[in-house]
């Protein structure tokens, strides 16, 4: 009889074990378990960890490497310093940039599901997200007015689109996204501190007031893709009825002037930033659009949206290589480390 007791003791005590193990093994975990509001942490399987940090640190490696070699080649080659690749060159930093701190801190805080670095922090990188962001879109507003005038009117090109100038839009566009988005966001945290209630300790999120939310999609969306689809549709007609030309006088056996050819190449030129214009916006308007309709937790469709968007900076450099020589050659210098010979800044890849 005793036996039996000490037996049925065994089996509750076992079951009593079990089920505390099996309670700990599917208890709720939180960013931060010491503090009362915080935010509710996602578990993952070790696989699931290592997957996510060894893809993202790829992608992030990628990023910096393409448009770094984007930014050296402009940079060093004098001949390539021209208004439409300056513009490019401030597109590839702020692609770098992204590659270099936005993508890391977003996979930490993907992978993580919290945010462990405080209000402030946060702040900091919603400030560098929205201007970096910002800039790339102005950035490729000023890519098709340069298209537009090399394309539409090249005989006003030389005198209206300077190197000069150029460099001093690129400024102004960097400055004033500084200040706009630091507005933006200053305003957003202001209003996430009165208004939210909903709101856990270990997240990044700011929701703006609906008037700024109206400007900034008057001003960071509408304007700017309005202008870029626009000119775009009037360079790809004009384009067309040049090369259609072209072609014409080439094949009627005509002499062919050298203006003729520029216009030519300006197009081909042309075909190549709209390519990466409509990538970008195809990656951006979903985004906007989701940013807008104000669901931002981190749910599986805005976060392929958002990873979209991130994707699309090291996207860019492929493109540069498979349509501009002058940037394979470039790169080829630069990894045989020719870069380092003397007067290498001379060379002219266009007439290689």
Not at 218 to 246: D, E, M, N
Not at 296 to 305: G, K, P, V
């Amino acid at each position: 009889m005793k036996a039996q007791e000490k037996e049925q003791n065994k089996l509750q005590n076992g079951g009593v074990l079990f089920m505390a193990n099996e309670t700990g093994d599917h208890e709720t975990q939180y960013c931060f378990p010491a503090i009362n509001s915080s935010c509710i942490k996602r578990r993952r399987s070790r696989y699931e960890y290592d997957f996510m940090y060894l893809f993202f640190s790829l992608l992030s490696a990628w990023t910096v490497f393409l448009n770094l070699l984007v930014i050296i080649s402009i940079s060093h080659f004098k001949k390539l310093h021209t208004p439409t690749n300056l513009l490019i060159l401030s597109l590839a930093v702020a692609d770098l940039l992204i590659g270099l701190i936005v993508i890391p801190i977003e996979a930490f805080r993907l992978i993580e599901t919290c945010w462990y670095f405080g209000d402030t922090f946060c702040e900091l990188f919603q400030m560098t997200l929205a201007l970096l962001l910002s800039t790339s879109l102005s950035t490729l507003t000023f890519i098709a007015v340069d298209r537009y005038m090399a394309v539409c009117h090249p005989l006003m090109y030389p005198q209206k689109i300077t190197t000069t100038k150029t460099v001093i839009i690129i400024c102004l566009c960097w400055i004033c996204s500084s200040v706009y988005n630091t507005a933006l966001v200053s305003t957003s945290r202001h209003f996430n501190t009165i208004n939210r209630t909903d709101k856990c300790y270990g997240e990044c999120i700011f929701m703006g007031h609906f008037i700024w939310t109206i400007i900034d999609v008057l001003l960071s969306f509408l304007l700017p893709c309005t202008l870029i689809i626009t000119l775009y549709l009037r360079i790809f007609y004009v384009a067309h009825k040049q090369v259609k030309i072209i072609n014409s006088l080439l094949k009627a056996g005509k002499c062919v002037t050298e203006g003729s050819v520029r216009r030519k190449s300006e197009s081909k030129a042309t075909l190549t930033l709209g390519i990466i214009v409509t990538v970008y916006l195809l990656c951006y308007i979903p985004f906007f659009i989701l940013s807008l309709s104000g669901n931002t937790e981190m749910a599986l469709t805005s976060t392929i949206i958002l990873w979209l968007l991130y994707v699309n900076s090291g996207l860019n450099p492929l493109i540069y290589a498979l349509f501009y020589p002058w940037f394979k050659m470039s790169v080829k210098h630069i990894l045989t480390l020719k870069i380092f010979q003397p007067a290498s800044s001379l060379v002219d890849f266009f007439r290689v």
